[in-house]
């Protein structure tokens, strides 16, 4: 399809230097009322329109990708109307059931950690059960909050479902380890590290940690972490793509629910049962994610 | 990925060792308000990770294993807002349009079988069109109701679209047949037997009925059903599984619409178009189920 | 399983001749009050098994066969309900987001082209920002209209993204060479032609107009449509299967906006970012389309 023989090349580059000139005459024609404005006063069609002549969006990639340019990069309102429609839709976030059949109300007895998705003020106020806690901080970016990260995040190690316990002795020794300081002592060497370096440590046919995540060069390695040493783990992800004092840290000593490996071990994907090969940054999280940046408003 | 050095799993018996007895002190540490409450006072969030802890919960399987773990085991309340947004919704039951683009009236010339599924009050009443007909009895279980059986039952034979007829007079025959007393005489053999055993009787492209259900055994026959003789048919469904006595009635003498085998013939599985590959029991269809089990309350 | 051993076949035989004449007495035990009814007094239920019963249901085929069948050959009413949740709900017609989250308010600083599709009003009124224009026109056939054209339509040619620019110097050569009445002179020779005849002029990665529409013949030529010369452009689409006179006609000279070729090469298909494997019959899109025809009422 895309061999072109050579006349038609020969023709092809006459056409186009021909365009070139052409084009400067043919600009005004079309949406000429967009061209003389300050950017500040464009529609954002009209700089839609005038970023898509200048090369200036961004090649298809992501899965957000779509959202990120139009919606995102330009600034759009999310309504609340449209995230109360993606709490209640089935398949908002990937396949699954709507959030609010089991967020639906404040009393802990009908529904999880009585959270209450179905409306503004509770998916505001968060969980009610104890230990209460609200969802993200609106106004700020929300990619690391636990409303965004459990529809993002894949429980590690990949392969176990949400009917396996994140209680084993194995997952308390971790979170122990993170509680005490996170520090490189003979408790890490003999009983930590292992459980990162070993098959079927957090759950039966699983993986080691280090089978994804063995060095700081990605490919091989996942978010270029190293998990088979402390110092590895230390560092963080990202520490060459981002310089080693930006790394992303995945330990916060003392604390595990602040600690990314203690969430990546700990916490299921919503909804419920969703592959891990469905997209991570599905549209609509993303879009639930700017909701929450634009300051969660609920009008 | 799943192999491991042998220093390495002696590493990891002795972590599994150390963290068993480790585990004993760590249970505290997490979710301890859950641990000394009766059963009848936890949440269901602290039930759920009690059972998860204790291996309780099933290992993932059915399609709906996610809702019957989540939902309908912990008897979370469905409401009726949520039916309404499945009954709304396409793509809620399977790819799809919304039922209620077919069934949004009660008025037979604007609305098939003169049925309202966009309000809880028509979904309660049935169809409205002679005969008349509820589509279940609120408060008890639903899965053979007609609602619910049009959401999982494919037709049979397997292949053929809802254009095909199912008025044929081979249709007609094992109907009579049923309606007659479903008796073991020269009709059926001459007549109705063959229409189980040989391909394309109830369509073009069609198997035969024993092509899947031949025998009491499954596997080769789907649901233990055999339906090559009097006797098999007579004899029902999953008649190994679950006892001779328990087996599942297949024909009910004298009532076709009761008979799952004049059920099975004629009734289109909805929404209309939607491929047998699809699953049959989809979580949404549970949930609708357990609605009605719940009784099927509207506010 | 189609294979029918000969004795079954005969008994196949005797048993549809049996029924043949058997179904002249069954015919009245089923839906008995829709037989004598004028097809004017029978309910749409009536109405559809009676044409079942006649074999008067179109095969399956088309992606909306069912909605086809089932809804608009019947002319069932579309409620605008349904529409609104079309336009508020995700991967309504087709993997996406909501129509609603770039189009929800008629201020073309915050909704691409001050087009509020999130009301009745907005969705009649089109777009607000200049140049101002309505999407279809209530009570007509809507399928070439923007609205319904934006959902079905692939942009051409096949392979490019929407941030892919549709005001390239080519782009704006082929528009201005319609509106300057699409002659066959040497300017189309020289520098239009060309650009359908050769890859990569609309895009990079993309095949030439011709490598799908090279003749009058489908296959292997997509909608009969000839784009090698200037007397195949102006004959159309179809061309064979209309007849020359009633062929589709691509290019109205003089006006680029209601040209076929035009509307293709610059309209990218909505939800931005669907594949264009992706149905565009979508069941949704002809109930749309549906709902416009009846006259896009709002109650």
């Not at 949406?31 to 009209?46: F, L, N, V, Y």
Request: charged share 20%; hydrophobic share 35%; net charge positive.
């Amino acid at each position: 399809m895309s061999q072109i023989p050579s006349t038609k090349q020969q023709l092809f580059q006459v056409a186009k230097a021909v365009c070139v000139v052409a084009g400067l005459s043919f600009a005004f024609m079309s949406t000429s009322h967009a061209q003389d404005k300050p950017s500040g006063k464009r529609s954002i069609a009209e700089q839609y329109i005038q970023d898509m002549k200048e090369g200036k969006i961004s090649e298809a990639g992501d899965d957000d990708h779509v959202v990120q340019e139009l919606i995102i990069k330009r600034s759009i309102p999310i309504t609340y109307k449209y995230i109360n429609i993606l709490m209640n839709t089935p398949n908002a976030f990937g396949p699954g059931v709507a959030c609010t059949t089991c967020h639906n109300s404040n009393d802990p007895s009908k529904s999880y950690r009585g959270l209450d998705l179905s409306t503004c003020k509770g998916i505001i106020e968060g969980s009610t059960e104890k230990p209460k806690r609200a969802l993200f901080t609106p106004g700020t970016e929300a990619k690391r909050d636990i409303l965004i990260r459990r529809l993002r995040n894949n429980r590690m190690p990949l392969g176990q479902g949400f009917e396996q316990s994140t209680y084993t002795p194995n997952h308390m020794m971790v979170k122990q380890w993170i509680a005490d300081g996170a520090k490189n002592d003979d408790n890490f060497k003999k009983n930590v590290l292992p459980l990162f370096t070993t098959a079927n440590a957090f759950g039966p046919d699983t993986p080691a940690c280090t089978a994804c995540h063995m060095s700081n060069q990605e490919p091989p390695s996942f978010h270029e972490l190293d998990m088979s040493s402390h110092a590895g783990i230390m560092l963080g992800a990202d520490s060459v793509a981002k310089g080693v004092d930006k790394a992303t840290k995945v330990i916060v000593a003392g604390s595990p629910e602040k600690s990314f490996i203690w969430q990546h071990l700990s916490e299921d994907r919503m909804p419920p049962g969703i592959s891990p090969a469905e997209p991570r940054d599905h549209p609509n999280t993303t879009i639930l994610a700017a909701w929450i940046k634009q300051g969660a408003k609920c009008d």
